[in-house]
């Protein structure tokens, strides 16, 4: 049988009847073969992207009015460029000779500062802030990863655990406030927001026993996927008070928010059976893109209401789409529930009618 929400989006494009909106490619040149994807975009349309060739191997690079500037590798194959600000700094990850390696920050001026580590061998930047203010995660000497934050004086600050072993930092605001994800005393992962005055404090799931936070605005309001008790990780905003299921304006699948900017939109995916797609949670409406018509990966939003990341076709191509585009329908999420479970019904009512016509209705024979 085939999936049956595949064939309601269907419908539900024939109900928006708006033209579709196609991301935009960037235009990063690349070799035959080689894949390019956003990560980040500034307000002046400086892009922090990773290109990877057909071996496998990575480089992050600063992509600027049509130019390509190299970070570095500092003699590995692999290196990934995470996140820009305003300033034009980037952070990122950088793989040594030894295999080891170090999180940095790189400015076209100055180029690459190498970011130490816990006292393990490794380090990994994932974000930073307006003020170049880096987090990321970091080997400690008994072999774990702890999530840290450095404000360029020269040494990391371990921001600890919530009583496990383990926790790494996904993204920090203007407050040096760090959104992330660390182990509880039982082992599980839970999304964590950390704050100067409250330290590290356990945000919860959605009645699962994980969760992850990946963003966090000025707000302090955060932004990840969670475990629902059924095992589905779903879409979920923090609003410092609680954790709101934003996926259950989608549907029962596997949904998962990357990103938040300042005025509170969300971008994210959705996984449904084989199709990856994507959405933008906007003013109280949800948007859906199908596969092969949004982003394929959805990795942030910037002030400027573009959302950025990649597309897919044999290869990924690096795009941005504007986080208004409405190619499916945009619905309030009661609005939309109900359109799905009317699709739903009519799709039932099509199979009961096929089945009667076959002699097999409700009550009938073999």
């Known amino acids: 049988m085939r999936p049956v929400l595949p064939a309601c989006l269907a419908v539900l494009i024939l109900l928006g009847g708006e033209a579709s909106a196609r991301p935009h490619s960037l235009g990063i040149a690349a070799l035959p073969g080689e894949s390019t994807i956003a990560y980040d975009m500034n307000g002046a349309g400086q892009v922090a992207a990773v290109l990877e060739d057909v071996d496998g191997n990575t480089r992050g690079v600063l992509f600027e009015k049509g130019k390509i500037t190299d970070l570095g590798a500092r003699g590995g194959k692999h290196s990934?460029?995470?996140?820009?600000?305003?300033?034009?700094?980037?952070?990122?990850?950088?793989?040594?000779?030894?295999?080891?390696?170090?999180?940095?920050?790189f400015h076209r001026d100055s180029g690459m500062r190498v970011i130490g580590t816990l006292g393990g061998p490794s380090s990994y930047g994932m974000a930073l802030n307006q003020d170049g203010v880096a987090v990321g995660f970091a080997d400690i000497p008994g072999g774990d990863w702890h999530a840290f934050i450095d404000d360029g004086a020269g040494q990391l600050q371990?921001?600890?655990?919530?009583?496990?072993?383990?926790?790494?930092?996904?993204?920090?605001?203007?407050?040096r406030h760090v959104a992330g994800t660390a182990a509880n005393e039982h082992g599980l992962r839970h999304a964590f927001l950390?704050?100067?005055?409250?330290?590290m404090v356990d945000l919860g799931t959605l009645g699962g026993r994980q969760s992850s936070a990946l963003a966090v605005n000025d707000a302090g309001v955060v932004v990840g996927a969670s475990e629902t008790t059924d095992r589905r990780w779903r879409a979920f905003v923090h609003d410092g008070k609680r954790m709101v299921d934003l996926g259950a304006l989608i549907g029962n699948y596997n949904s998962f928010a990357t990103d938040i900017n300042n005025a509170g939109?969300?971008?994210?995916?959705?996984?449904?059976?084989?199709?990856?797609?994507?959405?933008?949670?906007?003013?109280?409406?949800?948007?859906?893109?199908?596969?092969?018509?949004?982003?394929?990966?959805?990795?942030?939003?910037?002030?400027?209401?573009?959302?950025?990341?990649?597309?897919?076709?044999?290869?990924?191509?690096?795009?941005?789409?504007?986080?208004?585009?409405?190619?499916?329908?945009?619905?309030?999420?009661?609005?939309?529930?109900?359109?799905?479970?009317?699709?739903?019904?009519?799709?039932g009512l099509?199979?009961?009618?096929?089945l009667r016509s076959r002699g097999r209705g409700i009550g009938g024979g073999n």
Do not use: C
């Open 265 to 347: 939109h969300v971008v994210g995916t959705v996984v449904v059976g084989s199709e990856r797609m994507s959405f933008v949670w906007r003013d109280n409406k949800m948007t859906l893109h199908r596969g092969g018509q949004g982003l394929h990966l959805t990795n942030s939003i910037n002030d400027r209401e573009l959302v950025i990341g990649a597309t897919y076709d044999r290869s990924m191509s690096a795009a941005t789409m504007a986080s208004n585009a409405v190619p499916v329908v945009t619905r309030g999420g009661s609005e939309l529930l109900t359109l799905i479970g009317a699709v739903l019904a009519m799709a």
């Open 80 to 105: 990934d460029a995470r996140g820009i600000n305003e300033r034009g700094q980037i952070i990122g990850s950088v793989r040594n000779k030894d295999g080891t390696w170090n999180a940095f920050l």
């Open 194 to 199: 950390y704050t100067p005055e409250n330290g």
């Open 350 to 354: 099509g199979v009961l009618y096929r």
């Open 158 to 175: 371990d921001l600890g655990t919530l009583g496990g072993n383990i926790s790494y930092a996904s993204a920090v605001n203007k407050h």
